[in-house]
């Protein structure tokens, strides 16, 4: 029994989950709380829940909520808090009783037994539950959290709030951020000067330091809108969007491979047209809206043929990481991409449990699984042409043959496949029903089970997909005890096998079965589960072996002649049998070597794109599948361990924050019900419904990290109730009630914070700022800060004169560090499998999942990388083999013209008498430890001049 | 949370080193007053996320050293002797249903003879007689178990502490809590030789973890030391010109930072400047086996295996925190064919070495505060493999039981945890599960592995993701 103390003690709890305010009362619950999630749950989830949770609940008992535990299951209560020898579990985990041991396939180790009677020792502290059990998604209290958490609110135009430096404000940005630095006493630091300025401008926009010229003609510029011209130039010019499309790329987790896979082809050829559509959307400033409808249901549209090229907006789902085929984790990662990427949701926790934090339960992360698995990525033979071609060249009317003939093999074996699984398993039909008895302990005869049988291999689970055992067990689990074929199995199943035979007559007797099956166990009762297994299984064989010879007699036949039979073989091969496959599901079912046979046969097909570098572009777009899959809930995000069905529907939580305006949650339910395909279009236009409180809020938070180095909410990806709230709640919903005003133009957005003063202060430190705000949270000045390594790359090449004009196209597989690779690095080849070595030391990030933010360090092999490598050196011969070119230069000019074309401005006199007195020691000073160098040469001696010069802070800081 | 500075912002505390080498010491000797700050001013490496850290608590272990027996070493075969399976070779066993990758037949006898070693008796068989010499050093265990008998999926959890999605690796979870001890040398190397393991550069992952924190990949069948890491020598200058022309960068950068005196980010760069000019000595000369003495080199053997090991055991001396390595590319251990042959020449490889560095750490002193491990992703059936009807001597994958040896580093030698069946099929005493091996390594290695997490996507993740448990037994 439970004692009223502890009901009163469960009530008062209940009571402190609603009241967050009441502090004190909060932190005594939370260790225990935090000790319940940390040590406790994780047992039972590991030992108990499989047999006694959501899906299952053995002996009537649930150990996967707290209501469960406490009540107990037919046997009495499994937890009494505070009284040991009172709680079942304990009993059970103890193995002290030989009719209670739990769990049935061995004791669990000591420390955990001790550590769960602990627990209930000390009260079996359990939370009061704000989630029911995953996949009833009703019950979850969305709205609650929805009506409570910041990032859920409407977003609302804030009024701008009165600034003492109105002289210094250039437009709204400045009033928000002047209003919070005046609050705490501080100041905004004037203007960065002409040649900061302009460098800053040109690196943040387009990735590439500023020319001399350009620095110069900006300070004779003395006209009031020379800056907002020089913004705008910038803004129009295609290298802006080689620049910013590659932090858009940093959201996608933008690769041009698949990752490991064993077998198959991994290179993404076509992925580079993913690439040169974020390029071309921020060039020709797409508004964001259709640039997230291009990216999500880009099958669904309808472009007039000069949008065409949108369609390879698609590839946002399928440049990801393809885990050695897993579809999985495949699934996972696109689900991740969305919600992460474009929501700050962090949905895939959802994926094993409903989210601990979050309004986001299970059941709304396998729904996503269903819109995602209802898509499907098209062979490269089917993939739409970016541009149709007027008449395609021999090369390319061969390739595209080629492949056709290659995906008809495929389909060929694919097709095959799937009617050899059909018919194995009705073939086979008593391998599978034996195997199912032997794996149950209670009903298993002697040790063995294996799989493989002297007829068949069979399709048990294996790391590649869950099989048709499972297809049968579920078959059989959902049965009940009146069906006609399955009706007496259930009953016995019930019983051990010792009380297999005594029993056996009156279930017999008590089922109204079908009357060929039950008289032929009448004439002669088997003796255990195993041989009525065996028994049906034969039958049902006999079944397939008659229809099959009735057919080749019968070709127009629906059915059996004999009523009986003809029951039995609905029961085997009629609607909803485990030996009906969809070819989806008859690739759940495949062995290792038929994945890998499979794997390969679509390998060759793409094979043949990667062997023709010149193929017409593609677009790697995911189309519908033909019928919709729903999802069931994986429990604990395991695919053999089915919770309930889903059906597809837009997330719960975006549904309420959509309705928190006006509407009615239901309205919305009804706005964005999917009635037909896989509904990534309903999904697509939630996201970018302008009542949307997420997406304009995070695509707007991501903009300001990329021009200021911090955001305003520092976890981008993670606008959940764990992440910290905005550093300027009023400006963030601002900016992105401005977006949306403005038609979602990015580039508008680019303009307005660039041209605020708050971007365009001076660098310089303040003692007092500092010390009162040291990490510039409240934006008191600009931080200077380390560039990208790609705009570190792009630099050396810029000031060196190397830099060529690839702007679009398939990606170029040069390592980033071949001194002969001389493209924007936004068109190098990556290879999520090996990255570059000079990328990762520079922060480049792995591209398998969204990253708002790279890390920024200073380790000493970056610093190898500009004292050594052959890239660094190889610039420092052009700038050297101009320098050498100029006639009657005096040395001093030169060491001018270098420091103009790397920093676009003079050296001062230290500096130049600095480059002068190395100069000295280099030529005529001939090295003592290389002889061989004595007489250096014109050239070595500007090139090492060079070198030096590119090595140098100013040229890769950000100023 | 992580108790030290997660490399987040940067501090800004750097006022006073500026200020002393700004714009008025441009007469001095850079180098000089470079070298003296970056042994006064350890903050100055503030933005370098590699320096050295203290652990949650005291701890015997501050490195590793692990050698990867990479396609799975038959503990039936090695480390766990099963006379149960000699007295019923060529027979079926019964046994409860285990599903591994392929086809299995019957009983297979070990062809390796068992002997007992030291003090404590362990059997070792004849694959490793070189650790059954030290094998009172060596603690055994042999109720390892692990979730999948796919070699991937394996790789991952044995290293990352998951089997399918991206994560962290063991060695960058460790560089990133305890930095590294040589600003010179990288905190994380994974070596193998000839090319990459299964899953590639994915073994040692930095994941949503700065990249910094990743294992250095180095080809060891690659002979010249200056292609083992990237820019490690400039070809065209001498190190006395280099360090002319460095000295100028750097006058010039102090003159730059002079405008910028509270800038770490700059300041730091300028410090990297002097550890990445040092590192090409250090990484050189720490890769450098000709400078080994001759009886040592004997004392390892001459194989690539041997020489990454002795390798390792110098970087381990020069303060490299976790070194990884590789048998070879690919899988060389998974020998479904021919066992007797194929884990005979392997073993043969690397035997004499294991044997040798855990002699040589232990005469250098250095044993208890290095962890070294030696195992595969998982195990080996006890019966043989079948293709077609026909016996191929070797045998499947098994990851429901199998040894790994742990020794140095606070782990009690001489000493046999956990047991498997009869055969050898399934741990069944003290079964240690990976996640329970990491949790045991951390806290050897001075950590609370509930507590060293990062926070990715609203989550604080961690090596043991929700599971581990310190398994005490094998400590010291």
């Known amino acids: 029994m439970i004692s009223s103390r502890f009901l009163l003690f469960a009530a008062v709890l209940v009571a402190c989950g609603s009241l967050l305010a009441n502090a004190d009362d909060q932190s005594a619950v939370r260790p225990r709380a935090d000790h319940f999630e940390a040590k406790i749950r994780p047992l039972l989830i590991q030992h108990c829940t499989e047999c006694h949770g959501a899906n299952k609940q053995e002996s009537g008992l649930r150990l996967d909520v707290r209501s469960g535990a406490f009540d107990g299951g037919d046997r009495g ?178 690769a041009d491979t698949k990752g490991y896979t064993d077998g198959g082809n991994r290179e993404l050829p076509f992925a580079y047209t993913y690439r040169d559509y974020v390029i071309r959307a921020f060039h020709e400033d797409l508004p964001f809206d259709q640039f997230v409808m291009d990216q999500l249901a880009t099958d669904q549209m309808d472009y007039s043929a000069d949008q065409r090229w949108r369609m390879a907006g698609g590839g946002f789902l399928t440049v990801g990481r393809y885990f050695n085929f897993n579809p999985y984790d495949i699934l996972d990662d696109r689900i991740d991409v969305i919600t992460r990427g474009l929501l700050g949701l962090t949905a895939s926790c959802a994926r094993c449990h409903d989210h601990k934090y979050d309004p986001i339960p299970s059941a709304d992360y396998y729904s996503l699984y269903g819109i995602l698995n209802s898509s499907y990525l098209p062979h490269h033979s089917r993939l739409p042409l970016l541009v149709e071609p007027n008449e395609p060249s021999e090369a390319e009317a061969q390739y595209v043959a080629e ?74 689990d959902s049965r009940s005890e009146d069906d006609p074929v399955f009706g007496i199995w259930k009953r016995m199943d019930s019983f051990d096998k010792t009380e297999f035979a005594a029993a056996f ?176 279009m309903e999904l697509a236009k939630a996201i970018i419904d302008r009542r949307n409180p997420l997406t304009a809020r995070v695509i707007v938070n991501r903009m300001w990290q990329w021009h200021f180095g911090q955001a305003l909410v520092d976890s981008m990806d993670d606008f959940g109730s764990r992440s910290q709230p905005p550093t300027h709640p009023e400006l963030l919903d601002y900016l992105a009630w401005w977006l949306m005003e403005h038609d979602w133009s990015l580039k508008e957005l680019n303009r307005l914070m660039v041209t605020s003063h708050t ?55 040069l390592s980033p560090d071949d001194p002969d690779a001389t493209c924007r690095t936004i068109f190098l080849r990556i290879d999520r499998q090996h990255a570059s070595g000079f990328a990762t030391n520079f922060d480049f990030p792995v591209p398998d999942m969204t990253v708002g933010k790279r890390p920024v360090t200073s380790v000493p092999q970056q610093q190898l990388f500009f004292l050594n490598s052959p890239f660094v050196r190889k610039q420092a011969e052009a700038l050297a083999g101009t320098v050498v070119q100029f006639d009657g230069k005096t040395d001093n000019a030169k060491i001018d013209w270098l420091f103009q074309k790397l920093f676009a401005r003079e050296p001062t006199d230290t500096e130049r008498l600095a480059v002068i007195d190395y100069r000295r020691n280099v030529s005529s000073e001939p090295s003592a430890d290389t002889p061989a160098n004595a007489e250096l040469s014109e050239m070595e001696s500007w090139i090492r001049t060079a070198h030096a010069l590119l090595q140098l802070n100013e040229l890769i800081y950000v100023p | 949370m992580f108790p030290n500075d997660q490399p987040k912002r940067l501090d800004f505390g750097r006022r006073s080193f500026l200020q002393r080498t700004g714009l008025g010491l441009a007469g001095l000797g850079v180098t000089d007053l470079l070298c003296r700050e970056s042994t006064t001013a350890a903050s100055a490496s503030t ?41 019923r070779h060529g027979q079926s066993l019964t046994v409860p249903n285990l599903i591994t990758e392929r086809q299995t037949g019957a009983a297979m006898a070990s062809p390796f003879p068992f002997r007992k070693y030291g003090n404590s008796g362990i059997e070792v068989s004849d694959l490793f007689p070189h650790i059954g010499q030290v094998i009172d050093d060596v603690c055994v265990v042999r109720s390892m178990y692990a979730d999948l008998p796919n070699h991937e999926p394996s790789l991952m959890l044995m290293n990352c502490g998951v089997a399918n999605v991206v994560r962290p690796s063991f060695g960058s979870w460790l560089t990133y809590g305890l930095g590294s001890e040589n600003e010179n040398l990288p ?27 990743q294992g250095t990949y180095i080809d060891t069948a690659k002979t010249k030391i200056d292609e083992l890491i990237e820019n490690i020598r400039n070809d065209q200058l001498s190190p006395a010109e280099q360090r002319r022309q460095l000295d100028l960068v750097q006058r010039l950068n102090l003159l730059h930072a002079g405008s910028h005196e509270d800038d770490n ?74 066992i007797e042959e194929n884990h005979g020449k392997l073993a043969s490889e690397c035997s004499q070495a294991i044997g040798a560095l855990i002699t040589d750490l232990k005469q250098r002193g250095m044993l208890d505060s290095t962890l070294v491990i030696i195992g595969g992703e998982f195990g080996r059936t006890p019966t043989v493999e079948v293709r077609g009807n026909e016996s191929k001597f070797g045998r499947d994958h098994n990851h429901y039981g199998f040894s790994l040896c742990l020794a140095g580093g606070g782990v009690k030698g001489g000493y046999v945890h956990g047991a498997t069946d009869e055969f050898g099929f399934r741990a069944v005493e003290k079964r240690m599960h990976v996640h329970d091996l990491h949790a045991t390594l951390l806290h050897l290695l001075g950590f609370d592995h509930t507590k060293l997490t990062y926070r990715f996507a609203g989550r604080d993740f961690r090596l043991t993701d929700v599971h581990g448990r310190i398994v005490s037994d094998i400590i010291a």
């Open chain 2, 187 to 213: 905190g994380f190397i994974a070596m193998s030789p000839g090319g990459l393991p299964v899953k590639g550069t994915q073994n040692w992952q930095s994941a949503f973890l700065p990249s910094v924190f």
């Open chain 1, 759 to 813: 971007f365009c202060q001076s660098n310089s430190s303040r003692t007092d700022a500092m010390q009162m705000d040291p990490a510039n949270q409240l934006y008191w000045r600009f931080v200077p800060r380390r560039a990208e390594w790609e705009v570190i790359r792009d630099s050396l090449l810029a000031v060196s004169g190397r830099l060529d004009q690839k702007r679009n196209g398939p990606s170029i597989p």
């Open chain 1, 505 to 680: 007559a009156e279930q017999l007797h008590a089922w109204h079965g079908n009357t060929a099956w039950q008289q032929q166990l009448a004439n002669s009762p088997p003796e255990s589960m195993v041989e009525l297994a065996r028994r049906l299984g034969q039958l049902f064989e006999s079944i397939d072996q008659q229809w099959k010879t009735f057919v080749s007699q019968h070709p127009d036949a629906n059915r059996l002649p004999d009523d009986a039979t003809e029951q039995l073989r609905q029961s085997l091969m009629g609607p909803g049998s485990p030996t009906v496959l969809t070819p989806l599901e008859s690739v759940d079912c495949y062995q290792l070597d038929e994945h890998v046979e499979l794997r390969n046969l679509q390998g060759k097909i793409e094979e043949r794109t990667v062997d023709f570098p010149d193929a017409a572009a593609r677009a790697m777009l995911l189309r519908d599948r033909d019928e919709p899959v729903e999802a069931n809930v994986f429990l604990r995000g395991q695919p053999d361990r089915l919770g309930s069905e889903v059906d597809r529907h837009v997330p719960t939580l975006l549904l309420a924050s959509l309705a928190n305006d006006a509407e009615t949650e239901a309205a919305m339910e009804h706005e964005f019900a999917i009635y037909r395909g896989s509904g990534r």
């Open chain 2, 265 to 338: 980010p700059l300041s730091a760069r300028i410090h990297s400047f002097e550890q990445a000019y040092r590192m090409q000595d250090a990484a050189r000369e720490a890769f450098d086996l000709s400078s080994e003495p001759e009886y040592i080199r004997r004392m390892y053997g001459e194989t690539p295996q041997a020489k990454q090991i002795l390798m390792a055991r110098r970087l381990a001396e020069r303060g490299v925190r976790f070194v990884q390595l590789w048998h070879g590319a690919w899988q060389p251990w998974d020998n479904h064919d021919k």
């Open chain 1, 77 to 254: 209560p499994a937890i009494v808090p505070s009284d040991v020898d009172a709680s079942l579990l304990i009993e059970a985990i103890r193995y002290e009783t030989e009719d209670l041991q739990m769990p049935p396939d061995g004791r669990m180790e000591q420390d955990e037994i001790d550590l769960l009677t602990e627990w209930i020792a000390a009260g079996a502290f359990w939370p009061a539950e704000t989630q029911p059990a995953a996949g009833t998604k009703d019950a979850h209290p969305v709205s609650d959290a929805v009506a409570s958490h910041w990032a859920y609110q409407p977003i609302r135009k804030p009024a701008l709030p009165q600034v003492k430096h109105a002289d210094w404000v250039r437009n709204p940005i400045d009033h928000f951020v002047f209003a919070r630095l005046e609050q705490a006493g501080l100041a905004p630091s004037p203007m960065a000067d002409d040649h900061a300025l302009v460098r800053r401008l040109h690196l943040d926009l387009w990735g590439l330091p500023a020319d001399d010229d350009t620095v110069k003609a900006f300070r004779q510029d003395a006209s009031d809108d020379s800056y907002r011209a020089l913004v705008d130039r910038l803004l129009a010019d295609e290298r802006y969007a080689q620049r910013w499309a590659r932090h858009w790329l940093d959201v996608a987790r933008y």
């Open chain 2, 47 to 87: 933005a370098n996320p590699l320096s050295a850290k203290s652990p949650h608590f005291a701890a015997k272990a501050e490195r590793v050293i692990h050698i990867f027996l990479n396609g799975g070493l038959s503990h039936v075969d090695s480390f766990d002797p099963k006379p149960e399976l000699t007295k």
């Open chain 1, 403 to 476: 492949m056709n003939e290659r995906t008809a093999a495929f389909e060929k074996r694919f097709d095959q496949l799937h009617h050899q699984i059909e018919d194995e398993l009705r073939k086979f039909a008593a391998d599978y029903l034996v195997y199912i008895v032997q794996e149950s302990v209670r009903h298993r005869l002697g040790e063995t089970n294996p799989v493989f049988t002297e007829r068949t291999y069979l399709r048990a689970p294996t790391a590649y997909g869950y099989g048709a055992v499972r297809r049968w067990r579920n078959y059989i």
